[in-house]
């Protein structure tokens, strides 16, 4: 906990044999980083289906 805390708010690696084992990274910065790939997914999905085929509705028929 004191090598988190002496982050003072960055993401730390922790290595293993001098290779990163895992990041230790302040829970701010995960949840902003879970709401932008949050984010993203709809994009992704708009971009796969931008090429296919589209139907007219109605509003009425909906």
């Given at each position: 906990m004191n090598v ?29 980083l879970m709401d ?15 090429n296919e085929e ?9």
């Open positions: 988190a805390a002496s982050a003072h708010g960055k993401a730390v690696a922790v290595l293993n044999r001098n290779e990163p084992a895992f990041y230790c990274v302040p829970a701010e910065a995960y949840e902003a932008k790939l949050e984010d993203m997914e709809p994009v992704a999905l708009a971009k796969k289906r931008a589209s139907i007219s509705v109605s509003i009425a028929d909906l």
